[in-house]
């Protein structure tokens, strides 16, 4: 049994570069241009191919060893064939590690597991960076010139390979086989999902796997805002007005925009960097109808009155429910509130509505014993849940954010607001 050496060949003036990547292992069968190491420069990175066939008996390197010419890598057995290294390979090798100025762009092709592959074109930084996350460069589309991978490239390719998971973990979830039919265990119904959920579904899925969610749970004394609004009356007739405690929300939730604009945006592409901060103030009401849950715009909302409010929150209330509302009127929010003070309940957890970063969560309000100015007092507590997109909105800020419109809601606010 012959036993015979791999070394290191001739890489040019360069010396003591650095082992980044050992593609194989001892007792493993190669072949002529099968990859055996990575080795890389200031400059650039090259895998070094193996001139011969054999099995791998002593692996002699590892990741994070430097090498020059000569440096003995592997030793092989069972060789049927020894090819000499052809000068033209060699040749190609000088010439990416004698360049002084960045390489250019080139796809190499060498044979990985019998099957030709692509060698794709990066910087040593760039390189390190995949590695350092995990990511198979060659898998990576570069958008430089002629395809050279740089950083932002693999940041894109992390992002949409998680995405991607996500939905496939989601789908295969979706598809796996039943072991029995419900109807093994009873009598079954089989009804049409309502158009309006089936709708929304997709928009639902795509926010929670696109936003991070974090909601932060507080409580608004609007014990002062209740009274005010129970004592609202006609000027001429006595009579007593009804507005909904929602609209109160709606001006006071503004108001908090209007200091916070971060929760007045949206983020249409992480990786671009950039944010679209709005100018508008369109509130979003979720809205339950039989047929599921719509969410329509109250336009415009910081140059309305109170009392315009809850008369806009009534009509388009009405033609939710009655599927009548304009499919526009759905889209181009600033931010929701979601409100259960009807039905019952306290937190909870609102998933944000795409592509707004925020929504607020409201709970039925009740009356608890409350340590103000020294001394135990009967106070009007509203529950108010809010999930925030933590890419761009940290749980300080979010903090803040309450504690404003807990200020809004309260005493401070309430006499203040034109009805």
């Known amino acids: 049994m012959s036993e015979t050496q791999i070394k290191v060949p001739n890489i040019g003036d360069f010396k003591d570069v650095e082992v980044i990547e050992v593609l194989v292992e001892e007792g493993q069968s190669i072949k002529k241009n099968d990859p055996l190491i990575t080795i890389e420069s200031d400059k650039s990175s090259v895998e070094i191919p193996s001139n011969l066939d054999g099995e791998i008996k002593t692996l002699k390197i590892k990741i994070g060893d430097r090498v020059s010419e000569g440096d003995l890598i592997l030793t092989i057995k069972n060789i049927s064939k020894i090819i000499k290294e052809k000068p033209k390979e060699k040749i190609d090798i000088e010439k990416n590690f004698k360049k002084n100025d960045l390489i250019k762009p080139i796809i190499e092709k060498n044979f990985v597991n019998n099957k030709i592959a692509d060698i794709t074109s990066a910087s040593p930084k760039a390189r390190k960076f995949a590695r350092e996350l995990g990511v198979d460069i060659n898998q990576v589309t570069g958008t430089e010139k002629e395809g050279r991978v740089v950083e932002d490239d693999i940041k894109r390719f992390v992002s949409l390979s998680s995405r991607n998971k996500a939905e496939v973990k989601e789908n295969k979830s979706s598809k796996i086989k039943k072991e029995f039919e419900h109807s093994d265990f009873g009598r079954i119904e089989i009804k049409d999902i309502p158009r309006v959920k089936r709708l929304s579904s997709k928009y639902l899925i795509n926010s929670w796997l696109t936003i991070p969610h974090v909601t932060n749970h507080d409580e608004a004394d609007i014990t002062e805002m209740e009274s005010f609004r129970s004592s609202l009356a006609d000027m001429y007739t006595g009579e007593k007005i009804k507005i909904t405690p929602l609209a109160f929300i709606v001006k006071a939730l503004v108001a908090s925009l209007k200091k916070f604009p971060n929760f007045n945006s ?105 340590f103000v100015d020294g001394k135990f007092q009967t106070r009007t507590m509203l529950p108010i849940s809010l999930s925030y997109d933590h890419r761009i909105i940290d749980g300080a800020e979010a903090a803040r954010f309450n504690n404003e419109l807990k200020e809004n809601l309260g005493k401070n606010f309430a006499y203040k607001l034109a009805v």
């Not at 929010?333 to 409201?362: C, D, K, Q, R, W």
Request: glycine letters at 10%; aromatic letters at 6%.
């Open 266 to 370: 949206s983020i249409d592409e992480i990786e671009t960097g950039k944010m679209t901060l709005k100018k508008y103030y369109h509130i979003g009401i979720a809205v339950d109808t039989p047929n599921g849950l719509m969410v329509p715009k109250i336009r415009n909302a910081d140059n309305k009155k109170i009392s315009l409010i809850s008369k806009e929150l009534k009509q388009v209330s009405e033609l939710c429910r009655n599927l009548k509302i304009d499919k526009k009127e759905l889209f181009g929010g600033s931010m929701t509130i979601t409100s259960l003070g009807g039905i019952g309940g306290s937190f909870f957890t609102p998933i944000i509505n795409y592509p707004e970063v925020a929504i607020l969560g409201v709970g039925r309000s009740e009356k608890k014993k409350v």
